[in-house]
């Protein structure tokens, strides 16, 4: 609103300044009566036809380009935005602005900045800014229009241009201490449990599920058969850990509240992966995709934690009716035919039905763990208000932290 009301404000005056320019150039020949009383506003008029023609060239001789695209950053940098504008017409442009964007992680606009430069004749121009990136997620930035002066500098033309790309900011590993310690995991017996080694040492195979760990497919096997065999164990034991990220909010937060806990469940979900792959545990990330899928991952690098934040849907308060939360991917992952030992929920709300869903899973023998994200601002003394709402899960052995999001 304030942006609207200040290019209506720019627009007002510039009409009160032609006004008065015109009335300033009538002025002599009114009062001369005569010839060279007409010289100021025919010139005035020349000029303000030269200068029309002036724009209307230089509106089809600029274009834009982006020296870089699909930036990939790490939560917290730095992007350095480069563009290029260049000027194929033989007029010199001594002013012009550009509005430079950025988007915000719904995909609005965030923020629109002027940057005004100038142009010589048949050259380029390369503006370049730094913008901090400081939550997760996929954002669009580039340059929306360009403004064009006249060479009397009062009037200027718009000149739409469509240049834009992506940049895409991946979670940092937290710093801090996860718990994941061995005495927190446990081995559960399975049917379909699968052999460490590449050797024969196995009793049967069985077609590829998502989430299988890439180690245990037999390779010969799979090239005769045209699709991928895992190797089964039958009495074998793992120690496998599945984390869930949960993107539905409590239904009062806030956009700017959203951002922190997407930050705070993400980075958390991947410091927890991190840990398992370096103890050689098997490990599956468990989220909602933007199609409102469940979707599987074993991330190993900046790549696939690239193509999670690409794919994941976007932390919601009003979510829509398809969209699971952690209390149904808890349910489903329960039900799983490749179902994980250790079940870890990384999520901003806790529901009854998810405790009741935590503990379903402990009485099936299995190991769940609750990671409860809160805002960077909560203190110590509102973190144990939020602790009473998961103290439940002490009866039943379950381990649950109270985390901030780290800022």
Partial sequence: MKKVLKQTYKKGLSITLLLVVIALLILPAVYTNSLFGYLPIIAGTSLFFLSGIYLLIMKNKISVDAKVQNIEVVRGQQVLISLVITNKSFLVCSKAKADIFISDYFGNDDSTTQTVFTLDSRSSTNLEFDVEMPHVGVYTTGIRN????????????????????????????????????????????????????????????REYVL???????????????????????????????????????????????????????????????????????????????????????????????????????????????????????????????????????????VTDGLLHALIAAKNQQRNPMLFFIVQPDVSSREKKVLANKVRMLDEFGIYYEVLNVKV
């Fill in 211 to 349: 989430g299988d760990s890439m180690k245990k497919i037999h390779w010969k096997l799979s090239a005769h058969s045209l699709e991928y065999m895992t190797k089964l164990n039958e009495t074998g034991l793992r120690s496998d850990v599945g984390v869930i990220l949960d993107m539905v909010a409590e239904k009062d937060a806030k956009d700017d509240e959203l951002l922190f806990l997407n930050d705070g469940i993400i980075e958390t979900g991947i410091s927890l992966i991190n840990l398992a792959r370096k103890k050689e545990i098997d490990n599956k990330l468990i989220f909602v995709d933007e199609d409102m899928q469940v979707s599987l991952m074993e991330p190993r690098s900046e790549y696939d934690y690239s193509e999670l934040v690409r794919n994941i849907s976007k932390i919601s308060s009003s979510p829509e009716k398809e969209m699971k939360d952690a209390e149904a991917l808890v349910l489903d992952e329960m039900q799983s035919v490749n179902r994980c030992a250790n079940i870890v929920v990384c999520t901003s709300r």
């Fill in 146 to 205: 360009i403004y064009v002066y006249g060479f009397l500098g009062l009037f200027s033309v718009r000149i739409p241009v469509e240049n834009e790309f992506f940049v895409t900011v991946l979670p940092k590993e937290s710093e801090r201490e996860i718990s994941l310690s061995d005495d927190l995991l446990t081995d559960s017996p399975d049917a379909s449990s699968f052999a460490e080694n590449d050797g024969f040492d196995y009793t049967g195979v």
